[in-house]
């Protein structure tokens, strides 16, 4: 039985969806960075880094437009355990899609490389070069990805299960469509 709940602003929505797409393309250009040593690994590299860097502007403004607008409320009748877990899992979401884009510039700025956006757009260096630091945040942007890929295939699933099993007007809220 879908609830007639508020939904999130068009321009939540809109934030949302665009993250989202970024946000796979993202993972997935991670792992072909990672498993490739042949001119793709160039490629991928020059893609994913203004990439990760429109993302983490994306997310500023997100966060700056959920914090002004907040969030429409979950149905009342979603068990307080699953309302704790949806709000857990949210908080997890924004804290990786900003740490993962801040992680990987200390990490290139660790290795001495440039984070350039474009021809001519350098970011500059945020942490002293550093064999070890580089070493270490390489881990932790690593280790996170996998963290943050098992946290976005979850939030698919929630979902899903709001949408296909409980139709409690939750999937709406985002996704929009009928009520």
Same mark, same amino acid.
């Given at each position: 039985?879908?609830?007639?709940?508020?939904?999130?602003?068009?321009?939540?929505?809109?934030?949302?969806?665009?993250?989202?797409?970024?946000?796979?393309?993202?993972?997935?250009?991670?792992?072909?960075?990672?498993?490739?040593?042949?001119?793709?690994?160039?490629?991928?590299?020059?893609?994913?880094?203004?990439?990760?860097v429109a993302l983490f502007a994306l997310v500023l403004?997100?966060?700056?437009?959920? *914090?002004?607008?907040? #969030?429409? $409320? @979950?149905?009342? %009748? !979603?068990?307080?355990?699953?309302?704790?877990?949806?709000?857990?899992?949210?908080?997890?979401?924004?804290?990786?899609?900003?740490?993962?884009?801040?992680?990987?510039?200390g990490m290139l700025s660790a290795a001495g490389y440039?984070?350039?956006?474009?021809?001519?757009?350098?970011?500059?260096?945020?942490?002293?070069?550093?064999?070890?630091?580089?070493?270490?945040?390489?881990?932790?942007?690593?280790?996170?990805?996998?963290?943050?890929?098992?946290?976005? *295939?979850?939030?698919? #699933?929630? $979902? @899903?299960?709001? %949408? !296909?099993?409980?139709?409690?007007?939750?999937?709406?809220?985002?996704?929009?469509?009928?009520?």
């Amino acid at each position: 039985m879908t609830e007639d709940l508020p939904r999130f602003t068009l321009v939540q929505r809109l934030l949302h969806w665009l993250m989202a797409i970024g946000i796979l393309a993202m993972l997935f250009i991670g792992v072909g960075m990672v498993s490739t040593v042949t001119e793709t690994h160039l490629t991928l590299v020059s893609i994913h880094k203004p990439l990760g860097v429109a993302l983490f502007a994306l997310v500023l403004i997100r966060l700056f437009v959920r *914090l002004k607008c907040g #969030a429409p $409320a @979950l149905p009342a %009748a !979603l068990p307080e355990p699953m309302k704790f877990a949806a709000h857990l899992s949210h908080y997890a979401l924004y804290a990786l899609m900003i740490a993962m884009p801040l992680l990987g510039w200390g990490m290139l700025s660790a290795a001495g490389y440039p984070v350039t956006l474009w021809p001519g757009a350098t970011l500059p260096q945020i942490l002293p070069e550093s064999r070890e630091l580089h070493t270490m945040l390489w881990n932790a942007h690593s280790a996170l990805s996998f963290a943050f890929f098992a946290l976005v *295939l979850l939030h698919v #699933a929630a $979902a @899903l299960f709001h %949408a !296909l099993v409980r139709r409690d007007g939750v999937f709406q809220q985002m996704a929009g469509g009928a009520r």
